[in-house]
């Protein structure tokens, strides 16, 4: 099994998901924008994205939750997407509002305004503005969820949820565009998430 990856928050969240479960997987490195636009590369992934997990006997699983549903099922230890009914689709419903919520908006913000993105997209700057500023929003909104006090997103363990925001928080790193001052249970989570060791991964 191999994982082709570049510094990205889709490919973070993978590379979060193999350090919280203890998981090596050998890694293809390449580069966003040019590696991804070869020929070779389209036979892997016909959209050009990373990240890719390639198995030993050349099938290849593409996005990065499909990755990891795989490896969850592959490597059942130190679940991070439930097990049992509730809690899967528990975990499910916050990762998917941390991703439409935040990860999205913040992505909106990146693919239509950074020159990287001009050559494959129509880029719309009103949007990316227009994103910018429902961030602040987006955080308020889940800090008052999570003013009931809970450690994690989806309760009171580390699940998938966590690592969706994760990756929010590296994009927010990135634009420098921070989770807002005033939301101090977000802040209290984004600490305990940045001193986990997978951060850095
Ligand atoms: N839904 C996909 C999105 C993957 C994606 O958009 N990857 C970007 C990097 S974050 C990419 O590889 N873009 C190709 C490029 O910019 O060259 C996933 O979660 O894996």
């Not at 979060?16 to 998981?23: H, N, P, S, V, Y």
């Not at 693919?111 to 990316?128: D, G, I, K, Y």
Request: with cysteine; hydrophobic share 45%; glycine share 8%.
């Amino acid at each position: 099994m191999k994982l082709y990856n570049a510094n990205s928050g889709n490919t973070k969240r993978v590379r979060i998901f193999l350090a919280e479960k203890g998981i090596d997987v050998p890694r293809v490195e390449l580069q966003l924008g040019t590696d991804t636009r070869t020929p070779a590369f389209r036979r892997l992934n016909s959209l050009g994205e990373l990240p890719v997990l390639q198995l030993d006997d050349g099938r290849v699983i593409t996005e990065s939750v499909a990755i990891c549903r795989y490896l969850e099922a592959l490597y059942p230890d130190r679940p991070l997407m439930g097990t049992n009914a509730f809690e899967q689709g528990h975990i499910e419903m916050w990762s998917q509002r941390i991703h439409t919520q935040l990860f999205l908006t913040y992505g909106h913000v990146v693919r239509h305004s950074m020159a990287l993105f001009s050559a494959v997209m129509e880029q719309v700057p009103a949007f990316a503005e227009a994103e910018r500023r429902a961030i602040p929003g987006r955080w308020a909104w889940l800090d008052g969820e999570m003013s009931d006090d809970r450690r994690f997103i989806a309760g009171d363990s580390f699940t998938m949820a966590d690592i969706h925001g994760m990756t929010v928080l590296m994009i927010a790193d990135g634009l420098k565009i921070p989770v807002p001052d005033g939301c101090k249970f977000v802040n209290r989570w984004a600490g305990a998430m940045r001193a986990r060791p997978s951060f850095a991964a």
